[in-house]
């Protein structure tokens, strides 16, 4: 088995790595070949039994994706993307990298296949930017998709391309657009939703955190562990059951900020919760109003897609996988 | 005011510039210039007071929409589309006509605006081949969109950047998603949908037509002068009302053939309705099922916009506008 993951060196992408290389297998299928490539090289994985390739490409360049196709990977996981702030500050930027670079690896796929025989899996990381407000309280399975963003609108229509490719039986692809990631390792960065991190992840090192929006602010969260699990079972599992309608929003955890230090607070204690700073932003606040607060995604749990119930679980899953187990 | 129509030869395309040539105005403002185009050179229109160009031109070609938009019109018709079936038959000219020359023109706006301010109106026509089956009783407002045609793929796709071009700021669009037309002038055509016409217009004329399908199938349909009706109001109403939700399922009226053939039958009389030969077609009917039955259009409603309410007031639009006013 040959996977290929465009992006890898991104959070996600260097988290499914790990995976892959740890169970060395992939579906029941052993991994033989990994192919990993980003803007910038992605790391080697240590321990792998498969052979790993690393490559710097920018999948926007023509020839890129040939390139990358040429191989026949039997699994594709395309996580590339330019983020949401940045394809909205540079519309032509985010088109050529969310848009054209994504359908011209779906093009590839397609004439690849012209030659010989070529139906790779592909799975394509959407996100629930392609829901604008204003929304109902739970954003259903058949809810239209009118974002609010040129991020979101590259991604729906990446989705849109996905399911066509799909019916046309040039590749087999499923779409799964992520809930926010919590708690989000690293440092704490500019992005508007990066507060939801920050206020466990610094606290949980002793750090302090700034809270630019009000307690109640909820929002739709699943852990960076839920979402390769995502990504595990979109590689392997029998799409058939998908029909046609081949994206889905992946289950996810619904909850306030109230609730979110609350769970801090029962896995942490009080001296967690004071190192929150409550710092209103009006700006951040209004995009933030602007976001999903719940879903109903029958459609993923009933394929058997799961993520955590409590924040509490989310937060044990970051002190597990980030901080060796162990509090500050 | 300079009205720009792409798709002018087709028959929406000449019936909207009748129109146009009748009213002499467009929204309370008279049309000075009125540029024609299609991949064949529209025919001139008589009697117009408007200075009137026609051009063969092919969407596609690069420089082409550019060359179009440097002209600044005030108003773009956006009519022109491979057909389903072609864009089914033919991936690569498909994705070609339906998606990029339609992004072209898009850009084109996008582009002309940076230099010198501009921002007309956009009027796209997409379809109801945006939504894919199985689908609720009726279609509503906020139901998502998952084509099972290449062709309703790239409409999709089109109303996507549509509204992000538009809340960017690039141009003022709007999306509307015609009902399937009927009754059809012309000749019977090998078009699936071709029936629903055929079994009203043949018959109207003395000349015998064959169903393919029961007496029970139920569509959505609208009378050509309803869609020109739409297109005016699209070109003309104020779209701030729309907020970032730009594209709208137009009104019509859902009916069964047993319907239509009853409306016949008041209008015509019984040996209009011997004319029908049943003749089922199992591939048709495959194909028809797949289509929507019901919409329910609250918003397009909301906005003013209307159809028809009965099948007999769409037969009789039919004698009038096509056959003079008599019956054969």
């Given at each position: 088995?040959?996977?290929?993951i465009?992006?890898?060196?991104?959070?996600?992408?260097?988290?499914?790595?790990?995976?892959?290389?740890?169970?060395?297998?992939?579906?029941?299928?052993?991994?033989?070949?990994?192919?990993?490539?980003?803007?910038?090289?992605?790391?080697?994985?240590?321990?792998?039994?498969?052979?790993?390739?690393?490559?710097?490409?920018?999948?926007?360049?023509?020839?890129?994706?040939?390139?990358?196709?040429?191989?026949?990977?039997?699994?594709?996981?395309?996580?590339?993307?330019?983020?949401?702030?940045?394809?909205?500050a540079?519309?032509?930027?985010?088109?050529?990298?969310?848009?054209?670079?994504?359908r011209?690896?779906?093009?590839?796929?397609?004439?690849?296949?012209?030659?010989?025989?070529?139906?790779?899996?592909?799975?394509?990381?959407?996100?629930?930017a392609?829901?604008?407000?204003?929304?109902?309280?739970?954003?259903g399975?058949?809810?239209?998709?009118?974002?609010?963003?040129?991020?979101?609108?590259?991604?729906?229509?990446?989705?849109?391309?996905?399911?066509?490719?799909?019916?046309?039986?040039?590749?087999?692809?499923?779409?799964?657009?992520?809930?926010?990631?919590?708690?989000?390792?690293?440092?704490?960065?500019?992005?508007a939703?990066?507060?939801?991190?920050?206020?466990?992840?610094?606290?949980?090192?002793?750090?302090?955190?700034?809270?630019p929006?009000?307690?109640?602010?909820?929002?739709?969260?699943?852990?960076?562990?839920?979402?390769?699990?995502f990504?595990?079972?979109a590689?392997?599992?029998?799409?058939?059951?998908?029909?046609?309608?081949?994206?889905?929003?992946m289950?996810?955890?619904?909850?306030?900020?109230?609730?979110?230090?609350?769970?801090?607070?029962?896995?942490?204690?009080?001296?967690?919760?004071?190192?929150?700073?409550?710092?209103p932003?009006?700006?951040?606040?209004?995009?933030?109003?602007?976001?999903?607060?719940?879903?109903?995604?029958?459609?993923?749990?009933?394929?058997?897609?799961?993520?955590?119930?409590?924040?509490?679980?989310?937060?044990?899953?970051?002190?597990?996988?980030?901080?060796?187990?162990?509090?500050?």
């Amino acid at each position: 088995m040959h996977v290929l993951i465009i992006g890898a060196a991104g959070m996600i992408g260097r988290k499914l790595t790990a995976r892959l290389v740890k169970d060395g297998t992939v579906g029941g299928g052993g991994i033989t070949a990994l192919t990993l490539v980003d803007v910038v090289a992605p790391e080697t994985p240590q321990g792998s039994r498969a052979k790993v390739t690393t490559r710097a490409v920018d999948l926007s360049t023509p020839g890129t994706a040939a390139s990358l196709v040429a191989e026949r990977p039997d699994i594709i996981v395309h996580l590339a993307a330019i983020v949401s702030g940045e394809a909205e500050a540079d519309f032509e930027r985010g088109y050529r990298i969310n848009l054209d670079a994504t359908r011209d690896l779906f093009e590839s796929i397609r004439l690849e296949g012209k030659n010989k025989p070529y139906k790779p899996r592909v799975v394509f990381t959407s996100s629930i930017a392609v829901f604008g407000a204003p929304f109902p309280e739970k954003i259903g399975d058949e809810y239209f998709t009118t974002p609010l963003t040129s991020y979101g609108t590259q991604k729906a229509i990446g989705e849109l391309l996905l399911s066509d490719y799909t019916r046309r039986g040039f590749f087999d692809g499923i779409g799964i657009r992520l809930p926010t990631i919590c708690v989000r390792p690293g440092k704490p960065n500019k992005a508007a939703s990066g507060f939801f991190s920050n206020i466990l992840r610094e606290p949980l090192s002793g750090q302090e955190a700034v809270l630019p929006v009000p307690d109640t602010v909820r929002h739709w969260h699943a852990s960076p562990r839920a979402a390769v699990n995502f990504l595990i079972k979109a590689m392997t599992m029998d799409l058939s059951a998908l029909g046609n309608r081949r994206n889905l929003s992946m289950p996810g955890l619904s909850a306030t900020v109230a609730e979110q230090i609350e769970a801090l607070r029962r896995v942490a204690g009080e001296k967690a919760v004071k190192l929150i700073r409550r710092e209103p932003d009006p700006v951040i606040g209004k995009i933030v109003e602007g976001w999903p607060r719940n879903f109903d995604t029958a459609r993923s749990l009933s394929l058997g897609f799961t993520a955590e119930k409590t924040f509490d679980e989310i937060i044990r899953i970051h002190i597990e996988d980030e901080l060796g187990g162990k509090l500050h």
